[in-house]
């Protein structure tokens, strides 16, 4: 048994937000599998726009602005609003790339699992 937090998103999903603007709202859940607390970590989403036509690909990074402390065994949702700033999706549908603990300041029993990645075909 590990004295160390151990971070995870275990699920990331879109729902349309209840203020008409920002338009979307992005969901994490976070939980902690280790066997101490995690404090002031932080969860940064990002998405890829489709290139365009001089071949650049842009990717925007959607923060979340929530205090984050998680017991171990014990996750939570964490939310975000955002308007979706790409014309045309990336071939395939909307890839959400979400990593708990961007910055390495918690240290972890795993530091490989901290990634998370969802394609939606389309946005709600």
Known sequence: QSHLPDLRIFDVWV???????????????????GGSVARNFNLLCSYPCRPDQSGMQKSVAISFNQVIELWPNQNTKLSSSFDYQCTFPPPGGWIFQCMVDQERVIKEENENNN???RILPSLP
């Open 15 to 33: 729902t349309p937000n209840q203020a008409a603007s920002p338009r979307h709202r992005i969901w994490a859940q976070v939980e902690n599998m």
């Open 115 to 117: 990634m998370f990645e």
